[in-house]
């Protein structure tokens, strides 16, 4: 592994870290945002607790934490053009996890879903416009963030793999394999969600104030 390479990686990973949704508690209502809500350092949790405003500026941050590594650092730290898109993709992991597994907050973080978007957001647009879309619907006919945002991560996937496969598309294998690891990624950190979905107890987000 190049120095380069590592660089790429720690700063990525540091970038990712950066704990948005827990600042954002401490400054708003100097509480920590994973002792109130559901509990997750996310925008989700954001919207609940500290409401849309804030929850906007933190999903901004978070994608941001994604879009650096992939536009920014990784063309920097890579020595060629044919090593920019390795670069980028190990990049955008390397963020993701800061984001999910952050170093500032106890390795305690978000589910990452903010910060893989920004990653995503030049690499692959059409299937992020398509996933954002079904994020959307979902989210709007059931109220429930996670499912939205597990179902949109398959249709990010799988539009992926028609642009690919079906429409013989420049899709890289290296992008497609590693989309499907990060999406596995953003499944995993939300096995307690999954668990409550199929109980039928899952969290549901109010679109309304209450009176």
Do not use: C
Request: aromatic fraction near 10%; proline fraction near 3%; hydrophobic fraction near 55%.
């Amino acid at each position: 592994m190049t120095l380069d390479l590592i660089g790429l990686i720690l700063i990525s990973y540091l970038l990712g870290s950066f704990p948005t949704a827990i600042i954002a508690g401490r400054l708003l209502k100097k509480i920590d945002i994973r002792e109130h809500g559901s509990g997750n350092a996310g925008a989700t949790n954001v919207f609940r607790v500290l409401g849309w405003k804030a929850a906007l500026a933190v999903l901004f941050i978070d994608m941001i934490k994604g879009f650096v590594p992939v536009f920014f650092l990784a063309p920097a730290f890579s020595s060629s053009p044919d090593q920019v898109i390795y670069f980028q993709l190990i990049g955008a992991i390397a963020a993701i996890l800061g984001h999910m597994y952050t170093i500032f907050a106890g390795f305690k973080g978000g589910k990452g879903v903010g910060t893989s978007a920004g990653a995503f957001l030049g690499l692959a647009p059409l299937p992020l416009l398509l996933a954002l879309l079904t994020f959307i619907v979902v989210v709007s006919l059931t109220r429930y963030v996670s499912l939205g945002s597990l179902i949109a991560s398959l249709v990010f996937v799988v539009i992926l793999m028609l642009q690919r496969f079906a429409f013989q598309m420049e899709i890289p294998a290296v992008l497609l394999g590693i989309s499907v690891v990060i999406v596995a990624l953003i499944w995993y950190a939300h096995r307690s969600n999954i668990k409550r979905l199929l109980q039928g107890n899952e969290n549901r987000i109010e679109f309304k104030k209450k009176g």
